[in-house]
């Protein structure tokens, strides 16, 4: 796409010249609009991949604050990165959107709901305590949600994130950190486990199989002093500088662990959290500071699938289970990591189905299901009716939001299937204790059948 930016304009951002010769690689053939859920829900070419890097690349030459027509089409935008995947041209679209969020932060005013819902948002969900608080807060709303949907401006909104609190808020995890984990046995590798934000609070239970499944197999787990959320949640809404200060943070202490007793890795069990501390190098590269240290921790980070495909797992039970395998946007997309989690799965006895529609974002989108309640509800009911097709025992993904997402899809479509997250099946069939959710559908359909 031919690009006209000035020489000063290049010279004035540090971000504008990756930003512009992404632009410049877009030959706008149209392929990515074929994998863009907003598109397909949509049909509008504003609210696809090719639409919007136009929108961005005259957003960001005029120099100007952008229209609000500009910023609903960009702010539609799931960050699901299929487009990246189908792109035959290698368009970065990540960085740009990533870009373009920052700017429209910098230089746009939000109504005062939307400016208030976000900001109660990144106040929130990065901390897992103020997190869990309003989670039993919001439990005491849920009774009134009629009413609090016709409120103005912000009711769909509310109702959003009310609909996405769990029934039980679990209580905390006794394995929680700052704490070394030992290996059992002889110690054959030591990692950092990322304890994550708004996931321990929602299932505590994913770092907990995660942790007995890797000492079960010689691996000492490290949840080291000083790390939290991996600011993927702030960046999302164009919050740079938070963004950075969370990640500063998390690259202090795992450094402080590379350089003292070694790393053989830092594994991540939310998939949306590992695409962005994968891609804390890019985030640092004009920083002189934290460019290399930044870069050493991108080079370190695993998702936890592809540390225990090193593992020689040995399989003690599944039942032969039917599960239907969602693999979370950012894993697929931003990751690039698509058959390693079923192979394991398949390894311990399952019977993995796919997913028809797999490379559909399911809507939750970090944020997103909240932020975009009508598109992001669309798209899980679509995911949730292909889902269903495949009659599964159970659905597995690597991803908090996308868990959160489907089951609240469940819900809705009164279908009691199970919702867990592929560490607890491998925990499980290898030696570990039923993940809670499949035993509690386990106890309900005994107690319909005996009823």
Not at 155 to 175: C, N
Not at 332 to 346: C, M, N, V
Not at 393 to 400: H, L, M, Q, T
Request: with cysteine.
């Amino acid at each position: 796409m031919q690009i006209s930016f000035t020489t000063e304009q290049l010279g004035s951002d540090p971000r504008l010249p990756a930003s512009a010769e992404i632009v410049r690689t877009c030959v706008h053939c149209g392929f990515c609009t074929a994998t863009c859920p907003t598109y397909l829900l949509l049909g509008d070419e504003l609210d696809s991949p090719r639409g919007r890097i136009y929108l961005i690349k005259n957003m960001l030459e005029s120099g100007k604050a952008p229209s609000a027509g500009v910023v609903r089409h960009i702010d539609r935008c799931l960050s699901c990165l299929a487009c990246m995947t189908t792109c035959p041209s290698g368009v970065h679209y990540m960085h740009l959107i990533d870009h373009a969020r920052a700017y429209i932060e910098e230089n746009y005013k939000r109504s005062i709901a939307d400016r208030a819902i976000r900001m109660f948002l990144c106040a929130l969900l990065p901390y897992p305590r103020r997190f869990r608080l309003a989670l039993r807060v919001a439990k005491l709303f849920q009774p009134f949600r009629r009413l609090l949907n016709a409120l103005p401006f912000v009711g769909g909104r509310v109702t959003a994130m009310l609909d996405l609190v769990p029934s039980d808020i679990p209580a905390r995890s006794g394995m929680r950190g700052p704490r070394v984990f030992a290996s059992e046995g002889r110690r054959k590798g030591r990692v950092v486990l990322l304890s994550g934000c708004a996931q321990p609070v929602l299932n505590p239970m994913i770092n907990e199989a995660t942790i007995r499944l890797l000492t079960r197999y010689g691996t000492e787990v490290v949840l080291p002093v000083g790390e939290g959320c991996c600011g993927a949640l702030v960046a999302h809404m164009g919050r740079v500088e938070a963004a950075r200060a969370f990640a500063v943070r998390n690259i202090d202490a795992w450094i402080a662990e590379a350089e003292g007793e070694g790393l053989d890795a830092i594994l991540i069990t939310a998939s949306g959290c590992g695409t962005t501390i994968k891609d804390y190098g890019s985030m640092f590269r004009n920083d002189p500071s934290y460019a290399e240290k930044a870069s050493r921790i991108s080079a370190l980070a695993k998702d936890v699938t592809e540390y225990l495909e090193t593992l020689d797992l040995i399989p003690l039970r599944s039942g032969g289970l039917k599960v239907a395998y969602h693999s979370a946007c950012s894993m697929q997309h931003g990751q690039q990591l698509k058959e390693g989690p079923k192979r394991l799965l398949g390894r311990v006895g399952y019977k993995v189905l796919d997913v028809a529609e797999g490379h559909i974002c399911c809507g939750s989108a970090g944020v997103y299901n909240i932020l975009q309640p009508e598109i992001a509800g669309r798209l899980r009911e679509r995911k949730v009716g292909n889902v269903l097709k495949l009659k599964p025992d159970i659905v597995a993904s690597g991803n908090i939001g996308c868990m959160t997402q489907i089951a609240k899809g469940f819900v809705d479509a009164d279908a009691a299937v199970p919702v867990v997250h592929t560490v607890e099946l491998i925990d499980w069939a290898t030696g570990g204790p039923i993940p809670s959710a499949l035993e509690q559908a386990q106890t309900d359909r005994a107690s319909i059948t005996v009823g």
